[in-house]
């Protein structure tokens, strides 16, 4: 409501300015009327307009209103035409905001590639590969082998030895300790074991001889050893898990001894073990998976869809056994 006084008040001086022009008045009275009665309807139309402005426009004070002032009281006519024919469209008539088609992103600082990341994983190792791959700096990729520390020794084994691989030396040293660290850790516990097996009295052997089985195939299932050396320790497993069968260990022991036979290509020895473990009441969950990996490795593959089926379906949802399932099943 002010505002439109306001602006009646401005409307009417500024047609009073020009009676000084109309009347036979002197120079010096018609200069003082004309600018008395503008500068009276500049003051009120910038205080109008200034009152309507949103609080953005309004500060800082006193510039804000001395700008519209200003353009109205020194510019005559076209003056107060412009500031009303600039700020009331704007006012009244605002520009629409279009909306945003895209959005623009950073570009990331290490390379990378689309992956599907797990609910329970906390790193990937595809992802830690090609940042010791790609990634220009040492230091970046040192942090992604100092990552593999909470990932599982069969999942990082393999990163480590990429990073052997690496120009720059510090990030060789630091792989080949944090490979050297945990084969050392698996030999100092055979040996020790090895140690308590000599003193030790023939009732404890067979779980003696089980423990000893079970890290000469950690050796081999986390790829620490390879070549002779790998055969080495898949024949130590094999005879240790042999003597522990032969001395009542218990039946989860025929599982580990097929999965030896397996990794040594002695599929019809793994077999029978298997057939062992599940006579003995072991659950189908753990046989299962065994007895499809040897029918395909054998060539039965009508077999293996049948191994899968007696699994359930929280097994068959989990990975790897989901793109398993989606492919025989």
Known sequence: MISKWLFSGAILFELSSFAAFLENLSTVEATLLYVTAHGLASLMLS???????????????????????????????????????????????????????????????????????????????????????????????????????RMSGKDSIPILKLALRDPADDVRLLAYSMLDQQESQINQRIEKTLTQLQNAPKAEHASLHSTLARWYWELA?????????????????????????????????????????????????????????????LAQEK???????????????????????????????RPPFGALARYWL
């Open 47 to 149: 205080a109008g307009v200034w009152l309507l402005l949103p609080r953005r426009y309004k500060f800082p004070l006193p510039w804000s209103p001395l700008v519209l002032f200003s353009l109205a009281f020194f510019i005559p006519i076209l003056g107060t035409l412009g500031v009303i024919l600039a700020v009331f469209p704007a006012l009244y008539l605002p520009r629409r905001l279009k909306p945003q088609v895209w959005q623009s992103m950073g570009v990331p600082e290490l390379p990378f590639r689309a992956q599907e990341l797990g609910r329970d994983l906390m790193f990937n190792d595809g992802g830690l590969q090609d940042v010791l791959r790609h990634a220009p700096s040492p230091e970046r990729r040192t942090m992604a082998l100092m990552a593999t520390r």
């Open 287 to 317: 046989i299962a998976p065994f007895k499809a990996e040897i029918a395909f490795m054998q060539g039965r593959y009508a077999d293996v869809p049948m191994q899968l089926s007696q699994l359930s379906s929280e097994t068959l949802s």
């Open 221 to 281: 299932y986390m790829g620490l050893a390879q070549g002779s050396v790998l055969e080495h320790v898949l024949n130590q497993a094999r005879d240790h898990v042999e003597l522990a069968l032969s001395l009542g260990a218990g039946d989860d022991m025929h599982l580990l001894a097929a999965r030896v036979a397996m990794e040594q290509g002695l599929l019809d020895m793994a077999s029978g073990h298997l057939r062992a473990a599940e006579a003995a009441g």
